[in-house]
């Protein structure tokens, strides 16, 4: 349960944007819904969602948010301290590392972007295909994300 003081204030019902187009050839939807204590993010090809992370946007101590801040050079990698944590779903090594790695560049991106936002990202996977070797098709999900971020 979270504490009184760390419980934002949020219009009701909770703000949501989606963004969709064409990863690898097949359509994607992203919708995002920002919740009091939860960034909730759906990526979904074929209206499937198979796999669930989350990844708390705080970190265990503020020393380590600094140390773990990307450098100019380096700010494409996700940052440090973000520990993704898959809920439900999986299938198979390749596929949860993938899930994660998105988890992880994304909830970089909101820490970066809102430095004091304590909320927790809740991701949700449907991807039809996972391509771990292609480059394109990441960035393409990650671009699809930030439009509806």
């Known amino acids: 349960m979270m504490e009184p003081a760390e419980t934002r204030e949020e219009p009701f019902p909770a703000p949501s944007k989606q963004a969709s187009g064409t990863v690898n050839g097949i359509a994607t939807e992203v919708c995002s819904v ?15 969602l198979s796999q669930w992370i989350q990844v708390p946007l705080s970190a265990p101590s503020p020393a380590l948010v600094d140390m773990a ?4 050079e380096l700010s494409a990698l996700p940052a440090l301290h973000l520990t993704p944590k898959t809920l439900l779903g999986g299938g198979g090594q390749e596929r949860e590392t993938v899930g994660q790695l ?4 994304i909830a970089s991106h909101l820490a970066l972007r809102n430095p004091e936002d304590r909320r927790t990202l809740v991701l949700g996977l449907g ?9 394109d098709a990441f960035f393409d999900v990650l671009e699809l994300v930030l439009k509806a971020l």
């Open 34 to 48: 920002n919740f009091a204590d939860k960034i909730m993010l759906t990526i979904s090809q074929d209206g499937r």
């Open 69 to 72: 801040m990307p450098r100019a």
């Open 127 to 135: 991807l039809r295909k996972f391509d771990a070797e292609s480059r």
């Open 102 to 105: 998105y988890a992880a560049q």
